[in-house]
């Protein structure tokens, strides 16, 4: 049974700085291109980052968000700076192996 479990979201200042974490089991997880999407309210969700063969950055967040991987933890991260009110979005992790798998999503809210 493949389970993603995403955490490190919550509430933080415009300007400020989070870190995501994705937990993966149940896959051969070096050998899965792992990514971040988000849903942000009333709008699709939109990839943001994704890391495989390539690493590969959503325009809106070059040179703010950065995507990593540690193969032996079986997790991705996201770490996030100078974090502006349009990033707020339910952040979910992605694996794409054999198929598709997603996490259940963390929020991410950027407010004064």
């Known amino acids: 049974q493949v389970q993603l479990v995403e955490s490190g979201g919550g509430l933080v200042q415009p300007g400020g700085s989070l870190r995501l974490s994705c937990a993966a089991s149940g896959i051969t997880f070096s050998r899965a291109t792992m990514s971040w999407y988000r849903r942000a309210p009333g709008k699709e969700r939109e990839l943001v980052a994704s890391?495989?063969?390539?690493?590969n950055y959503a325009d809106s967040v070059k040179g703010r968000f950065t995507i990593s991987r540690d193969n032996a933890k079986n997790t991705v991260y996201l770490q996030m700076n100078s974090l502006k009110p349009e990033d707020t979005a339910v952040y979910y992790c992605n694996a794409f192996y054999d198929m598709v798998y997603w996490g259940q999503g963390t929020q991410v809210t950027v407010s004064s």
């Open positions: 890391a495989g063969v390539r690493t």
